[in-house]
């Protein structure tokens, strides 16, 4: 595979899964069979987890569209929400018009933390714990000698001091850890693993918990757009008015806590899909978020949309830590395949890459809202769901969900009606 993919694939929606698969196969230059189903066998399912009595699918769809830093990108989506990969590739659409998406990453920085309790002196324990930072940071990075030969390694620590806990006074050793293109839980849990007795030593006091944070806040990625409103015209609207309508909407999630979370739940939509497509923690990643987005004091808006010079921008920034290698992402044949098809060279691309999709999800609901609502689109999308569960099968399944759409009336009563009117 090369980084000349197409990500421009139209009329995708019309065609069978059978031969979309075929066609992103051919857009991607290599087979994506494995993303297709039915390729988790027992025995692999049975040493990822315990107590296996099956596999649980999810719908996997490809986003289209995505320009990211001028490289064109084809998604893979593990969800079961309707409209969310529709809304993605569309929102991809009028971004690629304007250039498409732009993106930066810190380095792949994550936090070990090591509590100590017990400690007489908090500030006479800190200091000589500074002292010793070099031989700690050597220490850490001989627990592994492979991450280090690619770059990575314990880069510094903090410490960070609780004067008042229901525990009493408290001191917290963090451990920044560069992990490269890994998630990197199991690198930063075995250093601070490794670490604590010393630190214990040091400390003069008693360490209990050894484990990573989830709040990367020191492994962000960034996404921006800018978008021409004329780009975004509808029949009824003029695209001066959508932009305006998106950055209005926007305002409320600034300030109230209640719009935020859903407006935040949105922007999920399209980073949770791929993060569990490519077999990676999706709940780290959604922990991580929201802590990021309560860091202020009072929870809010993950993302900003203004008007700069005539133009709609939107920017959004979390913490991503997302891995290429380890756990799931290589265990997994359907993630190996999501993994391949994305291309990514790094877990620093791989993450500008999801952050993009994140922003364009963020678009969707609000140019939804500034419009025609959310549920106008979201409910068409959803009438093949309802036919389904009337109990259509086959081609019944598009005849009722075209009469759900064009009644306006979807629901299962009148989805089982029209089943038994032939």
């Given at each position: 595979?090369t980084d000349?993919?197409?990500?421009?694939?139209s009329?995708?929606?019309?065609?069978s899964p059978?031969?979309?698969?075929?066609?992103?196969?051919?857009?991607a230059?290599?087979?994506v069979?494995?993303?297709?189903?039915n390729?988790?066998?027992?025995?692999?399912?049975?040493g990822?987890?315990?107590?296996v009595?099956g596999?649980?699918?999810?719908?996997l769809g490809?986003a289209?569209?995505?320009?990211?830093?001028?490289?064109d990108?084809?998604?893979?989506m593990?969800?079961?929400?309707?409209s969310?990969?529709?809304?993605a590739?569309?929102?991809a659409?009028?971004?690629?018009?304007?250039?498409?998406?732009t993106?930066?990453a810190?380095?792949p920085?994550?936090?070990?933390?090591i509590?100590?309790?017990?400690v007489?002196?908090l500030?006479?324990a800190?200091a000589?714990?500074?002292?010793?930072?070099s031989s700690?940071?050597?220490?850490a990075?001989?627990?592994?000698?492979?991450?280090?030969?690619?770059?990575?390694?314990?880069?510094?620590?903090e410490?960070?001091?609780?004067?008042?806990?229901?525990v009493g006074?408290?001191?917290?050793?963090?451990?920044l850890?560069d992990?490269?293109?890994?998630?990197g839980?199991?690198?930063?849990?075995?250093?601070?693993e490794?670490?604590?007795?010393?630190i214990?030593?040091?400390a003069?006091?008693d360490?209990r918990?050894?484990?990573?944070?989830?709040l990367?806040?020191?492994r962000?990625?960034?996404?921006r757009?800018?978008?021409d409103?004329?780009t975004?015209n509808?029949?009824?609207?003029?695209?001066?008015?959508?932009?305006?309508?998106?950055?209005?909407?926007c305002?409320?999630?600034?300030?109230?806590?209640?719009?935020?979370?859903?407006?935040?739940?949105g922007?999920?939509?399209?980073?949770?899909?791929?993060?569990?497509a490519?077999g990676?923690d999706?709940r780290?990643?959604?922990?991580?978020?929201h802590?990021?987005a309560?860091?202020g004091?009072r929870?809010?808006?993950?993302?900003?949309?203004d008007?700069?010079?005539g133009h709609?921008?939107?920017?959004?920034?979390?913490?991503?830590?997302?891995?290429?290698?380890?756990?799931?992402?290589?265990t997994?044949?359907?993630?190996?395949?999501?993994?391949?098809l994305?291309?990514v060279?790094?877990?620093?691309?791989?993450?500008q890459v999801?952050?993009?999709?994140g922003?364009a999800?963020?678009?969707?609901?609000?140019?939804?809202?500034?419009?025609?609502?959310?549920?106008?689109?979201?409910?068409a999308?959803?009438?093949?769901?309802i036919?389904?569960?009337a109990?259509?099968?086959g081609?019944?399944?598009d005849?009722?969900?075209?009469?759900?759409?064009?009644?306006?009336d979807?629901?299962?009563?009148?989805a089982?009606a029209?089943?038994?009117?032939?």
């Open positions: 595979m000349q993919t197409n990500s421009r694939l009329g995708l929606r019309s065609f059978q031969q979309r698969l075929q066609t992103v196969a051919k857009a230059g290599h087979s069979d494995a993303l297709g189903g390729v988790l066998s027992d025995q692999v399912a049975d990822m987890i315990e107590n009595v596999h649980f699918e999810l719908p490809i289209t569209n995505f320009v990211v830093n001028g490289k990108y084809l998604i893979p593990a969800v079961e929400e309707p969310v990969v529709a809304a590739s569309y929102m659409r009028i971004a690629r018009d304007n250039g498409g998406f993106t930066d810190d380095d920085v994550m936090r070990a933390q509590q100590v309790l017990r007489d002196d500030q006479a800190k000589r714990l500074l002292e010793a930072q700690l940071i050597q220490d990075n001989k627990v592994d000698t492979v991450l280090v030969k690619l770059g990575g390694g314990c880069r510094g620590i410490i960070h001091l609780f004067d008042d806990t229901l006074p408290m001191l917290v050793v963090h451990l850890v992990v490269r293109d890994a998630m839980a199991n690198a930063v849990n075995t250093m601070a490794r670490l604590a007795p010393t214990e030593k040091i003069q006091g360490v918990l050894r484990i990573l944070s989830n990367a806040d020191k962000l990625v960034r996404a757009v800018q978008i409103p004329e975004l509808t029949d009824t609207l003029d695209g001066h008015e959508v932009a305006q309508g998106i950055v209005e909407a305002a409320l999630a600034l300030v109230d806590p209640y719009r935020a979370a859903t407006h935040n739940k922007i999920m939509n399209g980073i949770d899909p791929v993060v569990v490519t990676n999706w780290a990643i959604e922990a991580g978020a802590a990021f309560a860091q004091g929870y809010t808006s993950l993302t900003r949309w008007i700069q010079d709609l921008v939107g920017q959004l920034e979390l913490p991503m830590a997302l891995g290429l290698v380890g756990g799931a992402t290589k997994h044949p359907a993630a190996q395949a999501a993994v391949k994305l291309n060279g790094s877990a620093q691309e791989f993450a999801v952050a993009a999709v922003l999800q963020n678009m969707a609901a609000l140019r939804a809202l500034a419009t025609e609502g959310i549920q106008r689109g979201h409910m999308l959803h009438a093949r769901n036919a389904i569960a109990g259509a099968t081609q019944d399944i005849r009722v969900a075209r009469a759900l759409v064009d009644s306006s979807i629901t299962v009563g009148h089982t029209l089943l038994d009117t032939p």
